[in-house]
């Protein structure tokens, strides 16, 4: 069953903060050194100095007593606690979260659900990843978590309610009060985010149990937090054997929304591949012949609306230095069964990533499945206009571009066990940090 339960979170004292723009950031993975540097310069309070804070000379990131940026997160923590920066929740609550938003002209609405989530294994079938990860995030997060003893983020869960009986419940609750938090962040400055407290005990008691009977919930972003969550569950377990299952540890932050929510738009994740040279981008075209008719495309506009209209996981677009845009298509004669190797499900071998990853990346191109997993020859991107000026400035081989995966597609993959290739999905808007932090010691209890 799926456990969710309020709690007591530490959060920005709307007192204290003016204005909520200047603490809140991206989830840490989407902090690059540019936009760490505006984050630092919004405030000195701003959420990035815990979740994703600066190196410093003289730093001994190995030693658990520092200096390095995981005691600085802590002394962060603990001095804004002290000077009322940050507050302590009286009453454990619930957090109705909604993130108000436009793709292509098209408006939506996402609703979630903030709440302290019970970790489970993924053998038990409750709560599922849906693609690979990569090593290093999981270390530099578990040693975020140990350091400073709270959930600083939410991770971003799907769960099954068709008939989003769960919405219904938050939106009585919230429709008659202003929202507690009203703000947009800095990098996604499009997306109004809206938080409303949720202390009623019977909303509580009635999400609860809407909640406890569902299995195969998906995780959409976090898996390294999720992973991370787990292992320090188990830490925490054998250091102290007689602690009560409501054991804060137990749990992860986490954001909920309803597979079935209107507001649900999944993006497409790019691949430019840089720092190999081992196949000219003429010679991936030539190749890539084979199994694909190939077509040239005038713009990058015409290549991305080729790439959307035509079957998903079938049309990937090509850019590269010296050969332009192109469309390729895979041919019906292409037996991805055979073309693919190992033991995955015929509907894995057909997503579009799985296909870009093992065939184009792998096959076609002869990129390393080494410079792939270290991320040391490929960048992702949501925007192609970026990976396109990498190319031009010579700072880039080539990219694909690819269609986005489609929510029934992760339903069926989660739901048999695979995960897919990493960076299969972009969920839009992100979760953004700075809303609620779950305190998670080892005295804690929801």
């Known amino acids: 069953m799926a456990v969710v339960k309020p709690f007591r979170a530490v959060r920005y004292d709307p007192q204290q903060i003016g204005d909520m723009q200047t603490v809140v950031s991206q989830p840490y993975d989407r902090i690059d050194a ?42 962060y923590y603990e001095q804004w606690l002290a000077d009322g920066v940050l507050m302590r929740e009286e009453h454990p609550a619930f957090y109705a979260y909604e993130q108000t938003f436009s793709v292509e002209g098209v408006p939506y609405i996402r609703l979630g659900l903030i709440a302290a ?40 869960i799907l769960y099954p309610d068709e008939a989003n009986a769960i919405n219904a419940l938050i939106r009585r609750a919230i429709e008659d009060r202003a929202p507690d938090i009203d703000t947009v962040e800095l990098f996604e400055s499009d997306v109004r985010q ?46 102290h054997p007689g602690a009560p299952p409501d054991a804060a540890f137990n749990f992860v932050a986490a954001t909920l929304v309803s597979m079935d929510d209107p507001g649900l738009v999944v993006l497409p994740t790019h691949r430019e591949i840089h720092h190999f040279d081992a196949t000219a981008p003429a010679t991936i075209l030539e190749r890539a012949a084979q199994h694909f008719t190939v077509e040239r495309a005038p713009d990058l506009a015409a290549t991305l609306q080729r790439v959307n209209a035509l079957p998903a996981g079938r049309t990937f677009g090509f850019y590269g230095a010296g050969t332009g845009f192109h469309v390729l298509t895979l041919k019906d004669s292409a037996r991805l069964s055979d073309l693919i190797e190992g033991d995955h499900s015929g509907a894995w071998k057909g997503l579009a990533v799985s296909i870009l990853h093992r065939l184009l990346l792998e096959q076609v191109a002869g990129v390393p499945e080494a410079g792939i997993e270290d991320k040391s020859m490929i960048r992702y991107h949501r925007d192609p206009r970026a990976a396109v000026a990498h190319i031009d400035r010579g700072e880039g081989s080539f990219v694909f571009f690819v269609s986005p995966t ?15 290739p990493q960076k299969s999905t972009d969920f839009y808007p992100k979760v953004i940090s700075g809303i609620v932090m779950l305190p998670v010691p080892p005295d804690e209890r929801l």
């Open 194 to 239: 809206r938080v409303w407290v949720i202390r009623d005990p019977a909303v509580i008691a009635a999400i609860e149990a809407t909640m406890a009977p569902k299995r195969g919930l998906i995780i959409a972003d976090g898996h390294h937090r999720y992973s991370t969550g787990l292992t320090y569950r188990d830490q925490q377990r054998a250091a």
């Open 34 to 75: 540019s936009l760490q540097a505006r984050y630092y310069d919004l405030s000195p309070y701003n959420i990035v100095r815990i979740i994703e804070g600066r190196a410093e000379p003289g730093d001994q990131p190995l030693r658990p007593e520092g200096p390095n940026v995981y005691t600085r997160a802590r002394a």
């Open 117 to 156: 989530v019970e970790l489970v294994d993924f053998d038990q079938g409750v709560i599922l990843p849906h693609e690979r990860i990569h090593a290093g995030p999981k270390e530099d997060r578990l040693r975020l978590l140990n350091t400073l003893g709270a959930n600083t983020e939410q991770i971003f």
């Open 406 to 420: 489609h929510m029934d597609e992760i339903r069926a993959i989660a739901g048999q066990g695979e995960r897919m």
